[in-house]
């Protein structure tokens, strides 16, 4: 018992001074270009006493190199709204491209279904004329009912027109919005 006693004040005393670390202060502090030129201004007088013109001239040196970064700092602040400047313009060009493509995309559209429903309203009207002519051939028809069948097929052919005239207002459409 005498021996564990020691024994385990050591590993304990070990463990816990090995536990310990050493915490640094990480926190960084911005440093101003002035600061740390003066700072460097006073290492350099500590280092040897300089005359006042050689003093002054490390000063106005210092002070040209900052105007220097100031006039670099202003160029690259310039090129940057430029920059961003350009990106917005070319983005509204891009939008202004892709809503353009979109009309066209619907207008065609619009046309094929414009020319289907031709097609359909022209079979429509043969199909009526066919039976008319058959129903003619055959006698089955009074001359009011050739007449009805006459008016349908010329209301028939008027539709037909019309939606000849629109696919032509489209395919106008189409032609403006590609050119």
């Known amino acids: ?22 915490v640094k202060d990480t926190v960084s502090k911005p440093i101003d270009s002035v600061a740390l030129q003066q700072i460097e201004l006073q290492k350099v007088a500590k280092e040897k006493t300089l005359t006042p013109v050689e003093a002054a001239a490390i000063k106005k040196a210092a002070e040209q190199k900052q105007k220097e970064a100031e006039k670099m700092k202003a160029a690259a602040e310039k090129e940057a709204k430029k920059l961003e400047k350009e990106q917005r313009k070319l983005e509204k060009e891009q939008k202004r491209f892709e809503k353009e493509q979109k009309r066209i995309a619907s207008a065609e559209k619009s046309l094929i279904k414009s020319k289907e429903k031709l097609v359909k309203e022209r079979k429509r009207l043969e199909k009526m004329q066919t039976k008319l002519e058959k129903s003619k051939r055959k006698g089955k028809i009074s001359e009011i009912d050739i007449e009805k069948e006459n008016i349908k097929i010329s209301k028939q052919q008027i539709k037909i027109k019309e939606i000849q005239e629109d696919i032509d207002k489209a395919e106008k459409k189409v032609n403006k919005l590609r050119n």
């Not at 018992?1 to 050493?22: D, E, F, I």
Request: hydrophobic fraction near 55%; charged fraction near 5%.
């Open 1 to 22: 018992m005498n021996t564990k006693l020691p024994l385990t004040l050591v590993l304990l005393l070990s463990g816990c001074l090995l536990s310990a670390q050493v």
